[in-house]
C-alpha cells in the first residue's frame, strides 16, 4: 500500500507550524507522483497562513489527482456555521432551532471571530458568561452550547482547525427540573372537569404516558382489536413543516431510533374510549407517511381515523388546548405546584412513569412503554430507583447473608 504523502515547506522560516503576521509567507507543499511514475514536488494552493495540521487534513481528505482544496486562514466563525448548517439533513423543525441559536446568540459573539483563532480559555469564559446572565435559561444555554460543539467538531473534522477548543470543556450547568406528579384524586377530577369533546386525551397522558402530540394523534387503527393495546406511532403537528397547520404525522420523537411503542390500555380506558367513539364518530383524515431524511412535502400520504377533533372539524393543536382547555381547568380545580405554577401536560407523563417505577414494574418495561432508553429513565427518576431499597434491597440482602447450618447431631460420628 502506497504511503500518503506528507506537506512540507521548504524555506528555514523559524515559524512554518505557527504562522504568525508578518511571518512566513509561504505554501506548503507535497511530493507529487504523476501517471508516468515521475515525482514531483505541487503546492496547496492558498495554504499561506495555515498550519502544518491543517494543510494535511487538506491533503489526506483529497482522491487521487484531485486538486487540493486551500485552507482559507481568516475563515470565520460565521461562513463556517453557515456551512455546516446548509449541510444537516436533520428534520426541519431541528434545522430551525440550530438556526436560531446560530443567528441569535452564537453568530453575535463568535461570528466575526477567525475559526482558528478560538481558544479554549476563551470558550470557558463564554460558558461562564452564558452561566451568570440571568437573561439566559439554562436550558436555552445548553442548547446553545451543543450546537457549538457540533460546529467546531465538524471544523476539526474537516481540517479547518487543528484542535477542538470545546475538547473536554464542561457545557454550562443545568440545574434538575422538578416535575409535578399528580394524585390519582387529582387526575380523576381533570378528566371530571374537561369538556366532554376533549375529556379522554388527558386520561391518554396519565393512564399510558404518551407525550401531547401523541395523544392528540390516536387513531382507530392504533388500539388493538381485543382494546387491550395501544400502538402508538403518530402525533399532531403544528409547525414550519405543517404549514403552521395542525398535522397527522406518521413520526414520534424519537424518530427514527424507535417509530412505534406498545402500551397497555387499562380497562377503564377502554370502556371510556369505547364511550367516545359511540358519542364522537372518528373522522378520517390525511396522514403523513414520513420517511427518515426527507421533509414532509416529500413524503407520501395515507389515510387514518383520528379521534380527537375540534367542534369546527380540525385536529387538535396544543396552542388551543393548552390555553382554552388545559390552564383553565386546572385554575378551577385549584392545582399548582409548591412554587404556585400550573403543572403541564407532560406532567402526566412524568406521573405514569414515577407511578410504575414506585410499584417495582421494570425499568426496560417503562422504558419500552414510554420509548425512552433505561439509561434516560435512570438519569430522569434516579431518585424513584432509590425507593426500592426497602423491597429488591431486601431481597438482595437475604441472597447474600450468611448461610445458616443446622447443629448436627449429638454423638454422631462424622
Given at each position: 500500500?502506497?504511503?500518503?504523502?506528507?506537506?512540507?515547506?521548504?524555506?528555514?522560516?523559524?515559524?512554518?507550524?505557527?504562522?504568525?503576521?508578518?511571518?512566513?509567507?509561504?505554501?506548503?507543499?507535497?511530493?507529487?507522483?504523476?501517471?508516468?511514475?515521475?515525482?514531483?514536488?505541487?503546492?496547496?494552493?492558498?495554504?499561506?497562513?495555515?498550519?502544518?495540521?491543517?494543510?494535511?487534513?487538506?491533503?489526506?481528505?483529497?482522491?487521487?489527482?484531485?486538486?487540493?482544496?486551500?485552507?482559507?486562514?481568516?475563515?470565520?466563525?460565521?461562513?463556517?456555521?453557515?456551512?455546516?448548517?446548509?449541510?444537516?439533513?436533520?428534520?426541519?423543525?431541528?434545522?430551525?432551532?440550530?438556526?436560531?441559536?446560530?443567528?441569535?446568540?452564537?453568530?453575535?459573539?463568535?461570528?466575526?471571530?477567525?475559526?482558528?483563532?478560538?481558544?479554549?480559555?476563551?470558550?470557558?469564559?463564554?460558558?461562564?458568561?452564558m452561566e451568570a446572565d440571568e437573561g439566559i435559561a439554562n436550558s436555552t444555554a445548553e442548547g446553545h452550547w451543543k450546537v457549538f460543539q457540533m460546529i467546531m467538531k465538524d471544523a476539526l473534522q474537516n481540517g479547518k482547525i487543528t484542535a477542538n477548543p470545546t475538547y473536554e470543556v464542561e457545557g454550562p450547568y443545568v440545574s434538575a427540573t422538578d416535575s409535578y406528579v399528580f394524585s390519582p384524586d387529582e387526575c380523576w377530577a381533570i378528566y371530571d372537569e374537561f369538556p366532554e369533546r376533549y375529556r379522554p386525551i388527558p386520561m391518554v397522558g396519565f393512564a399510558c404516558g404518551v407525550r401531547q402530540g401523541e395523544a392528540f394523534g390516536v387513531c382507530?387503527?392504533?388500539?388493538?382489536?381485543?382494546?387491550?393495546?395501544?400502538?402508538?406511532?403518530?402525533?399532531?403537528?403544528?409547525?414550519?413543516?405543517?404549514?403552521?397547520?395542525?398535522?397527522?404525522?406518521?413520526?414520534?420523537?424519537?424518530?427514527?431510533?424507535?417509530?412505534?411503542?406498545?402500551?397497555?390500555?387499562?380497562?377503564?380506558?377502554?370502556?371510556?374510549?369505547?364511550?367516545?367513539?359511540?358519542?364522537?364518530?372518528?373522522?378520517?383524515?390525511?396522514?403523513?407517511?414520513?420517511?427518515?431524511?426527507?421533509?414532509?412535502?416529500?413524503?407520501?400520504?395515507?389515510?387514518?381515523?383520528?379521534?380527537?377533533?375540534?367542534?369546527?372539524?380540525?385536529?387538535?393543536?396544543?396552542?388551543?388546548?393548552?390555553?382554552?382547555?388545559?390552564?383553565?381547568?386546572?385554575?378551577?380545580?385549584?392545582?399548582?405546584?409548591?412554587?404556585?405554577?400550573?403543572?403541564?401536560?407532560?406532567?402526566?407523563?412524568?406521573?405514569?412513569?414515577?407511578?410504575?417505577?414506585?410499584?417495582?414494574?421494570?425499568?426496560?418495561?417503562?422504558?419500552?412503554?414510554?420509548?425512552?432508553?433505561?439509561?434516560?429513565?435512570?438519569?430522569?427518576?434516579?431518585?424513584?430507583?432509590?425507593?426500592?431499597?426497602?423491597?429488591?434491597?431486601?431481597?438482595?440482602?437475604?441472597?447474600?447473608?450468611?448461610?445458616?447450618?443446622?447443629?448436627?447431631?449429638?454423638?454422631?460420628?462424622?
Amino acid at each position: 500500500m502506497a504511503r500518503k504523502p506528507t506537506v512540507y515547506k521548504r524555506c528555514e522560516c523559524p515559524d512554518q507550524n505557527w504562522p504568525k503576521k508578518g511571518g512566513c509567507n509561504h505554501s506548503w507543499s507535497y511530493n507529487l507522483t504523476n501517471s508516468q511514475g515521475r515525482r514531483t514536488r505541487a503546492s496547496i494552493p492558498d495554504s499561506v497562513g495555515a498550519t502544518q495540521a491543517q494543510a494535511q487534513a487538506v491533503l489526506d481528505g483529497m482522491s487521487s489527482g484531485a486538486t487540493p482544496e486551500p485552507v482559507p486562514a481568516n475563515l470565520a466563525f460565521r461562513q463556517w456555521a453557515a456551512d455546516w448548517l446548509s449541510r444537516r439533513r436533520s428534520k426541519e423543525c431541528t434545522v430551525v432551532k440550530y438556526e436560531i441559536a446560530i443567528r441569535i446568540h452564537l453568530n453575535p459573539r463568535w461570528g466575526s471571530q477567525r475559526l482558528r483563532t478560538i481558544k479554549k480559555a476563551q470558550v470557558e469564559a463564554w460558558v461562564q458568561e452564558m452561566e451568570a446572565d440571568e437573561g439566559i435559561a439554562n436550558s436555552t444555554a445548553e442548547g446553545h452550547w451543543k450546537v457549538f460543539q457540533m460546529i467546531m467538531k465538524d471544523a476539526l473534522q474537516n481540517g479547518k482547525i487543528t484542535a477542538n477548543p470545546t475538547y473536554e470543556v464542561e457545557g454550562p450547568y443545568v440545574s434538575a427540573t422538578d416535575s409535578y406528579v399528580f394524585s390519582p384524586d387529582e387526575c380523576w377530577a381533570i378528566y371530571d372537569e374537561f369538556p366532554e369533546r376533549y375529556r379522554p386525551i388527558p386520561m391518554v397522558g396519565f393512564a399510558c404516558g404518551v407525550r401531547q402530540g401523541e395523544a392528540f394523534g390516536v387513531c382507530v387503527d392504533a388500539i388493538a382489536a381485543d382494546g387491550k393495546l395501544l400502538t402508538v406511532r403518530r402525533q399532531v403537528l403544528r409547525s414550519k413543516e405543517t404549514g403552521n397547520r395542525p398535522g397527522l404525522v406518521d413520526r414520534l420523537k424519537t424518530s427514527p431510533r424507535l417509530n412505534t411503542k406498545d402500551v397497555p390500555l387499562p380497562p377503564y380506558l377502554q370502556d371510556v374510549l369505547g364511550e367516545y367513539m359511540e358519542r364522537f364518530p372518528p373522522q378520517s383524515t390525511e396522514t403523513v407517511l414520513w420517511e427518515h431524511k426527507k421533509k414532509i412535502d416529500d413524503c407520501k400520504r395515507g389515510s387514518t381515523r383520528a379521534l380527537f377533533w375540534t367542534a369546527r372539524g380540525g385536529l387538535v393543536c396544543r396552542n388551543y388546548f393548552n390555553e382554552g382547555l388545559w390552564k383553565p381547568t386546572l385554575l378551577k380545580l385549584g392545582i399548582k405546584d409548591e412554587n404556585g405554577n400550573l403543572p403541564t401536560f407532560h406532567d402526566l407523563r412524568h406521573t405514569f412513569i414515577s407511578t410504575c417505577l414506585q410499584n417495582a414494574i421494570p425499568e426496560h418495561t417503562v422504558a419500552a412503554w414510554v420509548g425512552d432508553t433505561v439509561d434516560e429513565l435512570r438519569r430522569t427518576y434516579s431518585h424513584l430507583l432509590k425507593n426500592h431499597t426497602d423491597t429488591h434491597g431486601a431481597v438482595a440482602g437475604s441472597l447474600t447473608a450468611r448461610p445458616t447450618h443446622s447443629p448436627s447431631p449429638v454423638g454422631i460420628a462424622a
